[in-house]
Nanobody
């Protein structure tokens, strides 16, 4: 079992940066693939980025490639999402999620554990 708590969201201007953090509890954290999803008002939750248990494979949605960076520190049970050059369309609640799969997945249903979310608002 894994429990996830996100932090680091906020209100920023377009072009600014934020780093989201996800603290995970559980001794088996390092065996989970981790992902970040987001949900804007009135829209479905969408995949943002994912990283395998070892950090060896990473995948991003096209709209954030080159701007966002996902990383993890298994020794600290932490996952991060560094977000640079933020745009108003990045505004959403961002969720950290854990998957038992050993491969990267962007499927919502493959993630069995979710945090409560952290709000990111980008104004122009």
């Amino acid at each position: 079992q894994v429990q996830l708590v996100e932090s680091g969201g906020g209100l920023v201007q377009a072009g600014d940066s934020l780093r989201l953090s996800c603290a995970a509890s559980g001794r088996t954290f390092s065996s989970y693939a981790m992902g970040w999803f987001r949900q804007a008002p009135g829209k479905e939750r969408e995949f943002v980025a994912a990283i395998t248990w070892s950090g060896g494979y990473i995948y991003y949605r096209d709209s954030v490639k080159g701007r966002f960076t996902i990383s993890r520190d298994n020794a600290k049970n932490m996952v991060y999402l560094q977000m640079n050059s933020l745009k108003p369309e990045d505004t959403a609640v961002y969720y950290c999620a854990a998957s038992r799969l050993r491969v990267i997945t962007q499927r919502f249903d493959d993630y069995g554990y979710w945090g409560q979310g952290t709000q990111v608002t980008v104004y122009s």
